[in-house]
Every structure is written in structure tokens, then in C-alpha cells.
């Protein structure tokens, strides 16, 4: 079993940044691909970032250019660093990883708010 945090969400003002934190922990010692989804108030989840050992990095469109995912195998963490928001931003972001075995894994979210 892998157990996900999240850490790092909070109110900030637009143009603003944050930092959201995962760290994983369990049996699991490795993961295939690592990253974050959000669901905004009556929407449906959504792909932020992955960054995977086979496939690289994906963003999505509305993100690029202003979020950044990375990880630290050794920590099992998976960060987001994400600057110039939006109030469209505004989402209970998750955290996500993959096992090389195909089996996925949630945590159960960090609010983040962007408003004036």
C-alpha cells in the first residue's frame, strides 16, 4: 500500500505563487510516474502535470508556462511549483502516483484558493 500527503495549499492573491508538496510513503520504493490532478467546484478532476520515467513530462495546456513538477526519487516526493496564478487555478489539487506494477494512488487533496 502507498499512502500519499499533500502539503502546501492556501489562499494566495492572483500573480501570486505556492509550492504543493507530496510525499509518499509505504511499500512501494519506487513509482513509475508521479503527479497532480485538480477538480475546481463542479468540474470534473483533471490533469495538471506528470513527470513519469518513460514519457517524460506533461503539462497541461491552461498550465504551461506557469506550474513546474519535479521529484525526488530518494525522498518519494513529487513537488508543484506554481507561479502567476489565476483565480481559474483555484482547485483541490490531488497528488498521484503510479507503480510499476499499474496500480494508482490518491491523496486526498490540498486546497488551493486564488482570490483578491
Known amino acids: 500500500q502507498v499512502q500519499l500527503v499533500e502539503s502546501g495549499g492556501g489562499l494566495v492573491q492572483p500573480g501570486g505563487s505556492l509550492r504543493l508538496s507530496c510525499a509518499a510513503s509505504?511499500?512501494?520504493?519506487?513509482?513509475?510516474?508521479m503527479g497532480w490532478y485538480r477538480q475546481a467546484p463542479g468540474k470534473e478532476r483533471e490533469l495538471v502535470a506528470t513527470i513519469a520515467t518513460i514519457g517524460g513530462i506533461n503539462y497541461a495546456d491552461s498550465v504551461k508556462g506557469r506550474f513546474t513538477i519535479s521529484r525526488d526519487n530518494a525522498k518519494k516526493m513529487v513537488y508543484l511549483q506554481m507561479d502567476s496564478l489565476k483565480p481559474e487555478d483555484t482547485a483541490v489539487y490531488y497528488c498521484?502516483?503510479?507503480?510499476?506494477?499499474?496500480?494508482?494512488?490518491w491523496g486526498k487533496g490540498a486546497l488551493v484558493t486564488v482570490s483578491s
Open positions: 498521484y502516483v503510479r507503480s510499476w506494477g499499474g496500480m494508482n494512488y
Open positions: 509505504g511499500s512501494t520504493s519506487s513509482f513509475n510516474a
